[in-house]
């Protein structure tokens, strides 16, 4: 074979096109693959200026390596847009390389990226948010076809060599094109950083990668994609599976693990929905138990009624689990339960006089369920609603404050008390306080603590129990663990607390319990929470 050919089948090998330019940039020897019909080279190309194949910023940057190319030296790869004509183009990748004896003539291969594919004007199409793009799976799910429906985690990287104008020119295109994309034109959405998601009906990301390395290149920057596909399932309950999707959307972006979010989202995914159905079996068997701590009068030491919380088997403190079912909007049948635990310790022998306070989140007074079956089940025991108290917790979560109020107002007509608990905690406290009507106030436990060492605190309770007895209302200090502290929140004017100085919760309440004094402290309590 001579030499000639062979230098061609090498060259040819790790390219799709050769082209010879001349000193003035113009064409004189094409030959190879073209990238489309009616465009191939030996034919369309020669006498040609090269940069005039290319749209314009691409046409842009060549001409700049073109003039910083010295003899004997080979350029960086260049990813360009060959110009189609009618709004067509298609990637190429081009080096340029400069032999000595053949100066000033240059060398150039070019490899053909994609396929060919057109670019409309750019329109600001915003990305939506991740509520909406929870509504879209809803709505998608619903109508769930052959094809699967994927979560596709899209990490752009390069965003950050870009800036200015450009990278606001960038975006804009980027993010038209990852909606273009999704499913429907309208599910991608910008999770955090350069990470973003979208819902598509295939998990191959070849589409959307092409579709980036388009805006790239028509853009002129240099940057690329990683994508991962997660495939979702509508599962039995639709809106649990969205639940559960929201929530390790939410544990990936705060935990930082959207490095490898087909994995980590998937996980998450996975354990959230068995944490689901296990807090929903738990739910239906009643299988958990209730303590009872005493709430104090400050002034007599006397019980003045009990606090009913959650002991579930397995966990160290409720906590976490019961967060996770605010979450998750499961805490509503949770609620009720708890609520008809309490009621069956207060119908025991002996317990006739006992008063008792249940938790509810806010979200379980996010609709009428709660309050017409906490009706239903202490319909014609009117005793029961005087003895039972209502501690609202999760108020930052209130976003109807009038129909709150409305379902508190029918639940307070029908005999029971109503807390707000943690109170202080959040910018919202006092403005909840304006909007809705209760009982009494719980005063959040680490205003109670810091209060014997900050001035502050103490001033910001004095004018808290100035407000709510003004308003009449009832205020409970949290966590009081020592006789000091105790002594402090009544000289504060406190009325009422709660804490491991008075009694730990147990699992019955405690009937019969010496007074504790207000002065003084209780001999072998112990004095952290522990």
């Not at 209130?398 to 029971?416: E, S």
Request: with cysteine; charged share 25%.
């Amino acid at each position: 074979m001579a030499l000639n050919s062979r230098l061609l089948g090498l060259a040819f090998a790790s390219a799709d096109t050769l082209v010879e330019i001349d000193g003035e940039g113009r064409i004189v020897l094409a030959m190879g693959a073209a990238p489309a019909t009616g465009h191939a080279p030996e034919a369309n190309w020669t006498g040609r200026t090269l940069t005039d194949l290319f749209e314009p910023r691409s046409a842009g940057r060549l001409k700049q390596a073109l003039a910083n190319l010295t003899p004997g030296n080979r350029s960086a790869p260049l990813d360009l847009l060959y110009d189609l004509g009618n709004g067509a183009f298609r990637r190429v990748r081009l080096r340029l390389f400069s032999l000595p004896e053949l100066a000033p003539h240059c060398s150039c291969a070019l490899t053909w990226q994609g396929k060919s594919f057109s670019i409309e004007p750019t329109a600001d199409t915003p990305l939506v948010t991740r509520d909406d793009l929870m509504r879209q799976t809803s709505s998608l799910l619903a109508k769930q076809g052959p094809d699967p429906l994927t979560l596709a985690f899209v990490d752009v990287t390069g965003l950050d060599q870009v800036a200015g104008d450009q990278l606001e020119a960038l975006k804009t295109r980027l993010h038209s094109t990852l909606q273009s994309v999704s499913v429907d034109g309208a599910s991608a959405s910008h999770l955090a950083g350069s990470a973003y998601a979208l819902l598509r009906r295939d998990s191959d990301g070849s589409a959307v990668e092409d579709a980036i390395h388009n805006v790239a290149a028509l853009e002129g920057v240099d940057v690329s994609a990683d994508i991962r596909h997660v495939e979702l399932s509508p599962g039995v309950d639709r809106q649990a599976t969205l639940r559960a999707m929201r929530h390790a959307l939410e544990v990936c972006i705060s935990n930082g693990a959207l490095d490898d979010p087909d994995v980590t989202f998937k996980k998450t995914l996975d354990r959230t929905l068995v944490q689901m159905d296990s807090f929903r079996a738990m739910v239906k068997a009643r299988d958990f138990a209730l303590h009872y701590q005493p709430i104090v009068d400050l002034k007599s030491g006397a019980t003045h009624h009990f606090e009913a919380l959650a002991r579930i088997p397995g966990c160290d403190g409720p906590e976490s689990t019961i967060r996770l079912a605010e979450t998750l909007a499961l805490i509503e049948s949770f609620d009720l339960v708890v609520a008809e635990k309490a009621i069956q310790q207060m119908l025991q022998p002996g317990y006739g006089l006992t008063r008792v306070a249940v938790n509810v989140s806010a979200g379980s007074l996010a609709t009428d369920t709660y309050g017409e079956a906490l009706m239903r089940l202490t319909a014609n025991q009117g005793d029961i609603r005087r003895r039972l108290s209502l501690e609202v917790t999760e108020t930052a979560t209130i976003l109807d404050l009038p129909g709150t109020q409305q379902r508190l107002a029918r639940l307070r007509q029908a005999g029971f008390k109503v807390y707000l608990d943690d109170f202080g905690v959040g910018a919202s406290s006092f403005d909840h306080l304006n909007h809705l009507t209760v009982d009494g106030v719980k005063i959040d436990g680490t205003f109670v603590l810091r209060a014997i060492e900050d001035n502050k605190s103490r001033t910001l309770i004095r004018h808290l129990v100035e407000m709510c007895a003004g308003l009449e209302l009832k205020t409970v200090a949290e966590r009081v663990e020592t006789g000091e502290v105790s002594e402090l929140m009544l000289k504060l004017g406190v009325q009422l607390g709660q804490g491991w100085f008075f009694g730990k919760p147990e699992p019955q309440p405690r009937l019969e319990r010496a007074a504790v004094p207000a002065t003084g402290r209780r001999r072998g309590t112990v004095e952290s929470w522990g």
